[in-house]
């Protein structure tokens, strides 16, 4: 089991009622120190964004944009651009969504930056939990977009007498699309973190900014990976038939 970080020593000291309590509703028995790292550290990652957002909620200015709000414009026209290149229709109404995925996936690769406190999503549950949500989401946006028949003859191809082999192969490739985004996001951040800890033990003065920098550019660049994953899935589950 992984060593206790400071703020889940704080949770399994104070709020092991409440983390037993959580357990019991999902049928898991009681254990003396029921929260983990990957679970406080989720917890203080939905903090720090909904934190976030109020204070930019409070600060919103036409006239006068703050440096905050100029930069989560820039955030929100990036991920609009991208949703309008990779899903062509009505990409507008899964904006939230690819927004939200990744925002959440930004924050909690980047909060391992910070001394004392872990990325999540090197935990392969929390990859896996952003994972299943996508291919739910995606799923539910095609049956939505162009109904349950057309969505299911998907599946079939274009050719009714390829449908036996064609709806195994295709049931196959969805199912591993999950496991693909949770093993991707999961094996690059903690292969970053596991490196990044290994140098900084080694090195002194001003070289561990460089591999912090390293693991900066890695959460970014995986955060944009799982978007833009998550883009195609629904482009392609919402694609009507010409």
């Known amino acids: 089991m992984p060593e206790e970080i400071w703020i889940t ?33 989720e917890l203080l990652v939905v903090a720090i964004i909904m934190i976030v957002f109020a204070v930019l909620k409070s600060s919103l200015s036409a006239d006068r944009p703050g440096k905050m709000q100029q930069v989560f414009e820039l955030i929100y026209e990036f991920v609009d651009s991208q ?23 930004l924050f909690s690769n980047l909060i391992g930056v910070i001394p ?53 192969i295709e049931i196959i490739s969805h199912f591993a699309r999950p496991m693909s985004l949770t093993i991707r ?9 596991q490196i990044t800890m290994v140098f900084l033990g080694l090195t002194f003065f001003g070289f561990p900014a460089i591999f912090m920098g390293l693991h900066v550019f890695v959460s970014l660049i995986q955060a944009y990976v799982f978007m833009v994953l998550t883009m195609l899935y629904v482009g392609a589950a919402t694609a009507s038939e010409h």
Not at 31 to 41: D, E, G
Not at 121 to 127: H, L
Not at 185 to 193: D, H, I, K, P, V
């Open 185 to 193: 996001l999961f094996a690059n951040m903690y292969a970053g973190e």
């Open 83 to 105: 949703g309008k290149e990779q899903v062509e229709h009505h990409a507008d109404r899964y904006l939230t969504f690819f927004g939200t995925i990744f925002i959440f996936v």
């Open 9 to 41: 020593k704080l949770f399994n000291d104070h709020l092991a009622g409440l983390g037993n309590a959580a357990l019991n509703l999902v049928g898991w028995p009681s254990v003396a120190r029921p929260w983990t790292n990957y679970v406080t550290m």
């Open 116 to 168: 004392s406190l872990e990325s999540p999503t090197m935990y392969p549950a929390v990859p896996l939990g952003c994972a299943a949500a996508v291919f739910l989401y995606y799923n539910y946006a095609g049956i939505r977009e162009i109904g349950i028949g057309p969505y299911l003859k998907h599946f079939a191809g274009p050719l009714w007498w390829l449908a036996p082999m064609m709806i195994p």
